[in-house]
């Protein structure tokens, strides 16, 4: 049941692409210290919590390390840039396949409940409570291509340009690397005049809903999937509250969830 439940959480084909981006075991050089646990262990254990949601301390004894070790690994792991490189990796592997819908990219956002840490502010939409916001943007079938994670008082609009400039070079079937949609699609909370130029002077099409002008119906042709998209990354439900003191692991449990996100795309194309 145990081996089961671990070949579910971290398939041969995501291990496949995850093993070669993990840091190597570095033992202290004074010696001793404890005995050092297989990389796919605790990789499966990270992605448990992730799935589950559940605390470290309550990690089951059945992943073969201990909380402690896998908390400490995470860590480890976070500050290395693994999650990031390895959301990258996976959608390498989409772009090679010619599976990533270029034409569009949409962005928006989702506030979460936040207990404490960096990178959480108060949310006003839910009476000044502590909170993190979410800000994601997907090509046009909604695979997330750039996450970010900021307080819940920041404006969507400040993610706009970090996360379009933060789309990786990502394979293609043919030619170089891409990293360009056509067009940009957003609401109008996005929408303002130096937006619209930055798009247009770096050869973007912008289709941003004008405040006033324009309703959201015309948007919510394409909206629903970058809400499809948001729905399915709080499917990890560490997501859903934020416990972490640290900005940096709610973010790092963020690109997890994304990286998870198109391998359950990939693997459909190779079923």
Known sequence: MAV????????DGLWKIAAPLIPPFRPR???GGTVP???RKVFTAVVYVLTSGCAWRYLPPTFGTSPATAHRRFSAW???GLWRRLHRAVLDELGARGALDWTSAIIDAASVRAKRGSLTGPNPVDRGKKGSKLHV?????????AVAVSGANVHDSQAFKPLLLGVPAI???RGPR????????????????EHLA??????FIPRIARPGIESGERLGRHRWKIERSIAWLFGYRRLTVRYERKGSHFLAFLGLAAALTCYKKLAKLTT
């Open 4 to 11: 089961d439940l671990a070949r579910d959480l971290v398939p």
């Open 29 to 31: 050089q004074q010696g």
């Open 37 to 39: 646990v297989a990389d």
């Open 78 to 80: 976070t500050r290395a």
């Open 137 to 145: 943007l997907s090509e046009a079938q909604g695979i997330p291509l």
């Open 171 to 173: 394979r293609s079937r």
């Open 178 to 193: 891409r990293r360009r949609p056509v067009k940009v699609r957003a609401d109008k909370a996005y929408y303002s005049a």
């Open 198 to 203: 930055w798009l247009r002077s770096r050869g």
